[in-house]
């Protein structure tokens, strides 16, 4: 089991650039696959983008490729999303998730149901 707090989040102009963190607590000496989601209100949440702690390449919502940027730093378990050339449509909550799994398949595609460990969300708000 894991701890999951982001932080990070904020308003922003479109064409802007902000960078999430997850701070992961716990068992961080197990694999995990490891992601970001986000939810609008009214909407259901949706897989951003997600990834294996062991390494892999991460996979990435086709709405957010080449804009967005997922990686884990292993020192200070730190989950990080970089996110570039921000759309008004990038607006929402978002989580960090996690599911502990030394199988890396199970990481794919990025399925809310899949993933057992959220945190409390940031709030990202891109105005045009």
């Known amino acids: 089991q894991v701890q999951l707090v982001e932080s990070g989040g904020g308003s922003m102009q479109a064409g802007g650039s902000l960078r999430l963190s997850c701070a992961i607590s716990?068992?961080?000496?197990?694999?995990?696959?490891l992601g970001w989601f986000r939810q609008t209100p009214g909407k259901e949440r949706e897989g951003v983008v997600v990834?294996?702690?062991?390494?892999?390449?991460?996979q990435y919502a086709d709405s957010v490729k080449g804009r967005f940027s997922i990686s884990l730093d292993d020192g200070s378990n730190t989950l990080y999303l970089q996110m570039s050339s921000l759309k008004p449509e990038d607006t929402g909550m978002y989580f960090c998730?996690?599911?502990?799994?030394?199988?890396?398949?199970?990481?794919?595609?990025?399925?809310?149901?899949?993933?057992?460990?959220w945190g409390q969300g940031t709030q990202v708000t891109v105005s045009s």
């Open positions: 998730a996690a599911l502990r799994s030394d199988d890396h398949t199970r990481c794919f595609p990025a399925r809310t149901a899949v993933y057992n460990n």
């Open positions: 716990g068992n961080t000496y197990s694999a995990h696959c």
């Open positions: 990834m294996f702690s062991r390494g892999g390449a991460p």
